[in-house]
C-alpha cells in the first residue's frame, strides 16, 4: 500500500539535482515552480500517507509482512511499524550493514506531514519574499541566486524526510549531517555578507562538534549492541541483544552512555545549552529558511532522536539519562526565555523563543519514567504534540516577522512599532501565533503545553511549578515583541515625509500566513494522543474534554499575567517601565542583552584554551612530526627513483636478464621454505 | 567428440560471430562511404556481446574438461566485453583515420577471444593456447601504426619478451606435467604436493602470468610499448590484457594450487610489494603521460593482486572483478582522453602539453581529474571502494598473532603507504591541467559524439559503481 513512498524521497532529491545543474539555465520563475509544484505532490503524498495510515482498514503487506488494520490499528490496538522497503547499501559484517530503509511509525508519520505542510508554504511564500522590490514594493524581479535557493530547499527537505524515516540510527545520522550540510548553505546563502558567512560557520561547527559525539554513541551502540537498528518493535531480535548489554555487568555502562552521547549530538542540533550558540546567528539566512529550518524541522530533531530511542532509554536502564535531559532542558527553556525578553532583533528574539519552546519539548520527554501513559509516560504524547504545534506556530510567526522585514527592510524593532494600521492581515497572523505559543485557551500552543506542564508535575512538582514560570515568561516575551513591532511609536509617523510608508505584503506571502495561521488556531483539538503515545495505546487529552485541571488554571493564571504585564509595559508609545527597569538594573539589562556571555565564554574557551592548549601543540606536531615524515617519504621517493632509473633501460636483453633473475629468485625464495 | 559441446561456449560463440560478421563486412565493403558505418557495427555487436555475456549461464564443462566455466568466469567475461566495448566506442576516428578500421576491430575481438578461451581453460594446454590466442594478434595490433617507429619497436619489444616470457612458462608447466603426468586442473589440484619440482613449475608459470600482468621484475616491456603502441590499443592492452591474466591467475592459484596456498601467498607478497613500490618510484618522475600511465598500470597491478593474499576464494574473485570493472572505467576514461586529445593537437601526450589544459577545454579536464581521482582512491569515486574491497578480501582469514597474519598486514600496509604516494603523481595531473600557467594551452576542441559517449559510460562508472553498493553486492553474488 506504500510502495509509492520511495518518491517521497526520490521527488526532492531529483528536484534539487534539476534545479542545482540546469537551474541557472532556466527562469527564474520556472525553477520555483518546479520546485513548489514537486514539494505540492509531496504534501499530497504525505497526507495521502498519513490518511492510509491512520485510517486503513483492511490488509496490506510491506517487505513480506502482513498487516491486518483496523482504523489504522492492529489486533494489539497500536499502530504498525511499517517497514516499506530496507536496502542494505553497506555491509560492514555478517550482523552490521548499513541499511537505507523507509519506515513509517506514528511519530515519523506526524514528522512527514509537518514538514511537508512548512516545506511547502515555505516554497510558496519565498515567491514573494525572495524578490527584489521598489521604492513603492512594486515587484521588479527574483532575487540573484534564486533557483539556488530552491535546489537548496528541495535538498533539505529529502534530506528531513530521510532523518525521519530511517530504520537505523546511522541512516539517521547521515541525513542527520546531509540537514546540517543544507543548513549552513541556506544560512550562508548571501554569501557576500560577511554575517552570513561568520554565522553559516558557527552553526556548522558547532553542530558537528555535537554530532561528533552522536557518532561515537553509534559507534558504542553498534559495537556492543551488534546493530544500528533502534525500532524495537521492527526488529524483533533487538530486544534480545539489547537485554544481553544491560543485563552483563561489564557492559551495563554501554547503553546510558551511548545514548546520552547521542543526544548530546541532538543537543547541537535542537540548540540545548550550552550549544545553544549557533541558533540567534544562524537568523542572518533568509527568513523563510529560519520558519523552515531553525523552527519548525531541523531543530527539533534532536527532540524526535530522543524521542526515537524512547523506548530504548525507559526499557534499558537510562531512566537517568533522561532526567538529565529534563534538567539540561529546564535550565535552557529559562535561559533562552530570560533572553529573549530582551532582543532588540525580532528574528532573534523568534529564535531565542525557539530555543526555550524546543527545550519544553525535551522536557516533557525527560520527565518520563515509564511507558505507560498515565502513569509517568504522558510526556512522550505531550512532547510530540507541541512539537507538532510549535512547528505550525512558530513558522507562521517566523514568516510575519518575514513579511515585516521585507516592508522594513530591518530587523531591528527601533524601525518597527505602529503597525497594525498599515498591516492588518500580518498582524492578526501574528497576534494568533503569540496567544497560541502563550498557551490561551482555546488556541493550539494551550493544550500541547499544559500537557507538558502536567507531565511535569507528574515527576516533581518543583520542576512543574517552574516550567510554569516559564511559560509565564515566553506569554510575556512574545507579547513584548508583539506590541513593539504592531503598536508604541510608529518610526514611520515620526518622520513620513521622507520615510517609506508600511503596506500589506502580497497575497503570495499572505495566503501561507493565513493558512498557517488556521492551523495554529485548531490543532489544539486533534485528538493527538489518540494517534502518538508512548504505548501507541489511544490516549485521551483531558483538556479536550474540558475538563481543566489545576495545572491548566495555574498555566492560564501565568499566561494572562505575562500578556497584562507586556500589555501594561510596551502596548503605549513610550515604554516608562521598561526603560526604567533598564537603567535600575544595568547590569542585568546589559547581560541579557549579550545572551548572559554564552557566546564569549565559548570565544574565550576556543581561543584561550582550545587554540592554545591543543591546537598549537597538535600544528606543531602535525607541522614537525606528520609534515617531517611525508617530506621524508618524499624525499626518499624522489631519490630512490632517480637511483633506479638505468633499470629500465630500453634494451631488450636488459629486460629478458631481469626477467629470468627475478624467476630464478623467486623460486630460490620459495623453495627455501619448504 | 562431442559437437554438441559448442553449444555451451556461448560468449565465445558470440564472438566468433561477430568476427565473422567483421570479416564479410569489411570484405564487402570497399570505400570510405560505406565504411561509415563499420564503426556503429563494431559496437552494436560488441554491446550486443555484453549482453549475452550478461544473461544468466550455467557453469559448464565442455570438451572432457578443456573448457570449464564458472559463473565467476562469466561475470569477468561480461566486465572484459564491457571495457571492449568501450574501446571500440572511443575508437572510431582514429580508426577511420587509419583506414584499416575491420583489421583493427577483428585483432580487438580475436584477442578479446584468446582471452576468454584462456580464462574458461581447464587444462594448461587450452590455457596456454588461449593466451597465445590473445597474445599473437594483441603484438600486431601494437604495431598498427606500421609506419611510425615507435610503434613497431614497441611491437618488437613486446613480441619478443611475449616469446620468452611463454618459453618460460611452458617450461614450467612442462615441470608440472612432470610432476604429475596430467595438465587437467582437476586432477593436478586433487594430487598437489609441495615439492621442488611443484615449486618450480608454479613460479616459473607464475612468472608467464606475471609478464601478461606486467608485475614487477615481469614488467620492463611495459613502458616501451604502453609509450610506443596506439593509444587505443594502449588503453586495451592496460585494461583488458591485464584483468584477464589478473582474473586467471587468482583462478588457477587457487584452483589448481590450492594445496600451496602458504608458498604462493609468499610469493605474491613480495610481487606485490615490489610492483606497488618500484611502480610508483618510477610513475613520479615520468614526463610522458602514456608511459606515466604504464608505470601506474604495473602499480595498479599490484593492487589487483592484493586480492590473492586472502584465503576464500569467493570474496577474493568478487573483489578483484570489482576492481578490473572500477578499473577499466577510470583507465578507459584516462586513455580516451589522451587518444583524444593527441588526434586533436598533433600527437601531444606530454605532461606538459596539458598545462593550463582546464582553461581551454574545462570539460575534458574535469572528467580526467574524475579518473584520477579515482585511480588514486579518493572518496567518494569508485576507486576508493574498490581498493577497500581488495584490502578487505586480502585481510581474509589473515590472523595478525601468526607471522603469516602479520606479513600480510604488513604488505597491506606498504600498499597503503603507496596510495599516498600515488595520490601524489596522480594529482600531478591535476595540477598540470588547473594550476600550472601555460602561455599557449592546447585549443578548444570538440570531441566527436562516439568518445563523448564513452566518456559518458566511463564517468558514470566511476560516479556511481562504488555508492550504488549493488554493483558490488551483485557481483559478489554472481561469482
Request: proline share 3%; aromatic share 16%; with cysteine.
Amino acid at each position: 500500500m506504500f510502495d509509492y513512498a520511495f518518491l517521497i524521497l526520490l521527488l526532492p532529491f531529483l528536484s534539487a539535482i534539476v534545479l542545482g545543474l540546469a537551474g541557472m539555465k532556466m527562469p527564474r520563475p520556472v525553477a520555483g515552480f518546479i520546485g513548489t509544484t514537486m514539494l505540492g505532490v509531496l504534501f499530497a503524498m504525505s497526507l495521502y500517507t498519513a490518511y492510509h495510515y491512520f485510517f486503513y482498514t483492511g490488509e496490506y503487506t510491506a517487505m513480506g509482512q502482513t498487516f491486518n488494520v483496523v482504523d489504522g490499528r492492529l489486533a494489539s490496538g497500536v499502530y504498525p511499524t511499517v517497514t516499506v522497503f530496507n536496502i542494505t547499501w553497506l555491509k560492514f559484517s555478517e550482523f552490521l550493514t548499513f541499511n537505507i530503509g523507509f519506515r513509517l511509525s506514528p511519530i515519523s508519520v506526524m514528522m512527514l506531514v509537518v514538514i511537508t505542510t512548512i516545506s511547502f508554504m515555505v516554497h510558496i511564500y519565498s515567491f514573494g519574499y525572495m524578490a527584489e522590490r521598489d521604492e513603492k514594493y512594486k515587484f521588479e524581479e527574483y532575487e540573484h541566486g534564486f533557483q539556488r535557493f530552491y535546489a537548496y530547499l528541495s535538498m533539505f527537505t529529502m534530506s528531513m524526510l530521510g532523518l525521519v524515516v530511517a530504520t537505523n540510527v546511522f541512516q539517521m545520522y547521515l541525513f542527520w549531517e546531509l540537514v546540517g550540510v543544507c543548513s549552513y548553505l541556506l544560512i550562508g546563502f548571501y554569501y557576500p555578507k560577511h554575517t552570513a558567512v561568520h554565522a553559516s560557520k558557527k552553526a556548522f561547527i558547532v553542530t558537528r562538534f555535537a554530532d561528533l559525539f552522536f557518532l561515537i554513541g553509534i559507534l558504542f551502540f553498534s559495537f556492543y549492541v551488534g546493530t544500528f537498528n533502534y525500532d524495537l518493535s521492527a526488529d524483533p531480535s533487538l530486544v534480545g541483544k539489547l537485554t544481553a548489554v544491560a543485563t552483563n555487568p561489564n557492559t551495563a555502562w554501554v547503553i546510558p552512555t551511548a545514548l546520552f552521547l547521542m543526544f548530546i549530538g541532538g543537543a547541537g542540533k535542537s540548540a540545548m545549552f550550552p550549544l545553544h550558540i549557533w541558533l540567534p546567528d544562524a537568523m542572518e539566512g533568509p527568513t523563510p529558511v529560519s520558519a523552515l529550518i531553525h523552527a519548525a524541522t531541523m531543530v527539533v530533531a534532536g527532540v524526535f532522536q530522543v524521542a526515537s530511542m524512547f523506548p530504548i532509554y525507559i526499557k534499558f536502564g537510562a531512566v537517568e539519562q533522561l532526567h538529565w535531559i529534563a534538567y539540561i532542558a529546564a535550565f535552557t527553556a529559562f535561559y533562552a526565555a530570560a533572553v529573549a525578553c530582551c532582543q532588540r532583533d525580532i528574528k532573534r528574539g523568534l529564535a531565542f523563543s525557539t530555543i526555550s519552546q524546543i527545550a519544553y519539548m525535551l522536557v516533557a520527554l525527560g520527565v518520563c519514567f515509564a511507558i505507560e501513559n498515565e502513569e509517568g509516560g504522558l510526556g512522550y504524547m505531550a512532547s510530540m504534540f507541541h512539537l507538532f504545534t510549535h512547528a505550525m506556530f512558530k513558522a507562521l510567526l517566523f514568516l510575519c516577522s518575514g513579511a515585516i522585514i521585507v516592508i522594513i527592510g530591518s530587523n531591528f524593532k527601533e524601525y518597527m512599532g505602529g503597525l497594525h494600521k498599515y498591516m492588518p492581515i500580518t498582524n492578526a497572523c501574528f497576534l494568533i501565533g503569540c496567544i497560541a505559543i502563550s498557551g490561551v485557551w482555546p488556541f493550539a500552543g494551550f493544550f500541547s503545553k499544559d500537557e507538558i506542564v502536567s507531565a511535569c508535575f507528574q515527576f516533581s512538582p518543583a520542576l512543574g511549578w517552574f516550567m510554569t514560570l516559564v511559560s509565564g515568561m515566553t506569554a510575556f516575551y512574545m507579547f513584548r515583541l508583539y506590541y513593539v513591532i504592531f503598536w508604541g511609536k510608529s518610526y514611520y509617523e515620526e518622520d513620513p515625509e521622507n520615510r517609506r510608508k508600511p503596506q500589506e505584503v502580497p497575497f503570495v506571502m499572505w495566503g501561507p500566513l493565513v493558512f498557517l495561521a488556521i492551523i495554529s488556531i485548531f490543532a489544539g483539538w486533534i485528538p493527538f494522543g489518540h494517534f502518538v503515545s508512548a504505548t501507541g495505546q489511544s490516549a485521551e487529552i483531558h483538556l479536550q474534554h474540558f475538563h481543566f485541571s489545576s495545572v491548566a488554571w495555574f498555566s492560564l493564571l501565568a499566561a494572562a499575567i505575562g500578556i497584562s504585564l507586556a500589555t501594561w509595559m510596551y502596548m503605549p508609545k513610550n515604554n516608562p517601565v521598561a526603560d526604567m527597569l533598564a537603567k535600575r538594573m544595568p547590569v542585568m539589562h546589559k547581560a541579557a542583552l549579550n545572551r548572559f556571555y554564552i557566546d564569549n565564554v565559548w570565544q574565550f574557551f576556543t581561543h584561550k584554551v582550545v587554540f592554545r592548549f591543543f591546537s598549537i601543540p597538535i600544528a606543531w606536531f602535525d607541522r614537525q612530526v606528520i609534515d617531517g615524515t611525508f617530506n621524508f617519504l618524499a624525499w626518499g621517493t624522489q631519490e630512490a627513483g632517480e637511483s633506479i632509473r638505468p633499470w629500465q633501460s630500453g634494451d631488450v636483453r636488459h629486460y629478458a636478464i631481469w626477467f629470468i633473475t627475478g624467476t630464478v629468485a623467486l623460486t630460490l625464495v620459495i623453495l627455501c621454505l619448504i | 567428440m562431442n559437437y554438441s559441446d559448442f553449444f555451451q561456449m556461448i560468449p565465445e560463440a558470440s564472438l566468433v560471430a561477430i568476427l565473422i560478421i567483421l570479416f564479410v563486412a569489411d570484405f564487402v565493403s570497399a570505400n570510405t562511404e560505406e565504411r561509415k558505418w563499420f564503426n556503429p557495427l563494431a559496437c552494436v555487436l560488441m554491446l550486443v556481446n555484453t549482453i549475452v555475456c550478461l544473461l544468466p549461464m550455467e557453469a559448464v564443462t565442455a570438451f572432457g574438461g578443456m573448457y570449464v566455466t564458472s559463473t565467476a568466469v562469466n561475470v569477468m567475461k561480461a566486465i572484459l566485453s564491457l571495457g571492449t566495448f568501450i574501446v571500440v566506442l572511443q575508437s572510431r576516428v582514429w580508426a577511420a583515420k587509419s583506414g584499416k578500421e575491420g583489421e583493427f576491430y577483428m585483432l580487438i575481438v580475436s584477442t578479446l577471444l584468446g582471452m576468454n578461451m584462456m580464462m574458461s581453460a581447464g587444462n594448461f594446454l587450452m590455457f596456454f593456447l588461449g593466451l597465445e590466442m590473445a597474445s599473437v594478434p594483441m603484438a600486431c595490433a601494437i604495431a598498427f601504426d606500421k609506419y611510425r617507429n615507435n610503434s613497431a619497436e614497441a611491437a618488437a619489444k613486446f613480441i619478443i619478451t611475449a616469446t620468452f616470457s611463454s618459453g618460460v612458462m611452458l617450461y614450467g608447466i612442462s615441470f608440472i606435467y612432470a610432476a604429475y603426468g596430467t595438465m587437467y586442473f582437476s586432477d593436478i589440484a586433487a594430487s598437489l604436493q609441495a615439492t621442488p619440482l611443484t615449486v618450480m613449475g608454479l613460479v616459473f608459470f607464475f612468472s608467464g602470468l606475471g609478464f601478461k600482468i606486467s608485475l614487477v621484475p615481469f614488467h620492463f616491456w611495459t613502458a616501451d610499448t604502453y609509450q610506443g603502441a596506439p593509444t587505443t590499443v594502449t588503453g586495451y592492452l592496460s585494461v583488458i590484457s591485464k584483468g584477464a591474466a589478473a582474473f586467471t591467475l587468482l583462478s588457477i592459484l587457487f584452483h589448481v594450487f590450492g594445496g600451496m596456498i602458504a608458498y604462493w601467498h609468499v610469493l605474491m607478497m613480495i610481487v606485490i610489494a615490489l610492483s606497488i613500490t618500484i611502480a610508483n618510484l618510477f610513475a613520479i618522475r615520468q614526463s610522458e603521460l602514456k608511459r606515466f600511465m604504464a608505470f601506474s598500470s604495473i602499480s595498479q597491478a599490484g593492487y589487483i593482486m592484493l586480492a590473492t593474499l586472502g584465503n576464500d576464494w569467493n570474496t577474493s574473485i568478487a573483489s578483484l572483478s570489482y576492481y578490473v570493472l572500477i578499473y577499466v572505467v577510470a583507465n578507459m576514461a584516462v586513455f580516451t582522453i589522451i587518444s583524444v586529445v593527441e588526434q586533436n593537437n598533433g600527437g601531444k601526450t606530454e605532461i606538459s602539453d596539458y598545462d593550463g589544459f582546464y582553461k581551454t577545454n574545462p570539460r575534458l579536464s574535469f572528467l580526467m581529474t574524475l579518473a584520477m581521482f579515482s585511480l588514486g582512491g579518493i572518496p567518494p569515486f569508485a576507486g576508493m571502494f574498490s581498493k577497500f574491497f581488495v584490502f578487505m578480501a586480502g585481510v581474509k582469514g589473515a590472523d595478525i598473532t601468526t607471522t603469516e597474519g602479520a606479513w600480510i598486514y604488513g604488505i597491506l600496509f606498504v600498499a597503503l603507504i603507496n596510495t599516498v604516494i600515488s595520490l601524489y603523481y596522480y594529482l600531478q595531473i591535476v595540477k598540470a591541467m588547473y594550476i600550472n600557467h601555460s602561455d599557449n594551452p592546447m585549443p578548444t576542441f570538440k570531441s566527436d559524439c562516439n568518445t563523448k559517449f564513452a566518456l559518458a559510460i566511463c564517468t558514470t562508472g566511476i560516479v556511481l559503481f562504488g555508492v550504488c553498493s549493488f554493483v558490488y553486492e551483485w557481483i559478489a553474488a554472481a561469482v
